[in-house]
C-alpha cells in the first residue's frame, strides 16, 4: 500500500515562499508519477501540475503560475512543491497524488490518481 504525507504548510505573508514536501512511502515508490493539487474553500479542487517518476518531466495546469515549480528527489521517496511569490488567492489545502498505473507520461487529470495524502494547509495573509 503506497502512502503519502505532506508538509511544509502554514500561514505566510504574501510575497513569501513555501516548499511543500510529499513523502512517498511504500514499495516501489520511486516509479509512481506524482501530482499536486489544490483546493480552496467553496471551490472546486484544481490540478497544480505533475511530475513523471524519474523527474525528467513536469507538466503544469494552465492556471497555475510560473512562481510554482515542482521536483522530486528519489532518494529521499520526496517530492516538492516550490512556491514563491504568494498571493492570497494560492490559500488553499494543497495535496499530492500518486497515480498508480505508473504511466511514461504524468498526467494532470485527478481523477487519474488513486493515491492521496491528507494534505496540508496553506494560507497567505498579512
Same mark, same amino acid.
Given at each position: ?8 504548510g502554514?500561514?505566510?505573508?504574501? %510575497?513569501? *515562499?513555501? &516548499?511543500?514536501?510529499?513523502?512517498? *512511502? %511504500? *514499495?516501489?515508490s520511486? &516509479?509512481? =508519477?506524482? %501530482? +499536486? ?8 479542487? $484544481? ?11 513536469? *507538466? ?6 510560473? &512562481?510554482?515549480?515542482?521536483? &522530486?528527489?528519489?532518494?529521499? =521517496? ?5 512556491? =514563491?511569490?504568494?498571493?492570497? $488567492? ?23 490518481? %488513486?493515491? +492521496? ?10
Amino acid at each position: 500500500q503506497l502512502q503519502l504525507v505532506e508538509s511544509g504548510g502554514g500561514l505566510v505573508q504574501p %510575497g513569501g *515562499s513555501l &516548499r511543500l514536501s510529499c513523502v512517498v *512511502s %511504500g *514499495s516501489d515508490s520511486d &516509479r509512481y =508519477n506524482i %501530482g +499536486w493539487f489544490r483546493q480552496a474553500p467553496g471551490k472546486e479542487r $484544481e490540478e497544480i501540475g505533475c511530475i513523471s517518476s524519474s523527474g525528467g518531466m513536469e *507538466s503544469y495546469g494552465d492556471s497555475v503560475p510560473d &512562481r510554482f515549480t515542482i521536483s &522530486r528527489d528519489n532518494a529521499k =521517496n520526496t517530492v516538492y512543491l516550490q512556491m =514563491n511569490s504568494l498571493k492570497s $488567492e494560492d490559500t488553499a489545502v494543497y495535496y499530492c497524488a500518486a497515480d498508480p498505473l505508473k504511466r511514461v507520461f504524468c498526467v494532470k487529470t485527478p481523477e487519474f490518481y %488513486g493515491y +492521496w495524502g491528507q494534505g496540508t494547509q496553506v494560507t497567505v495573509s498579512s
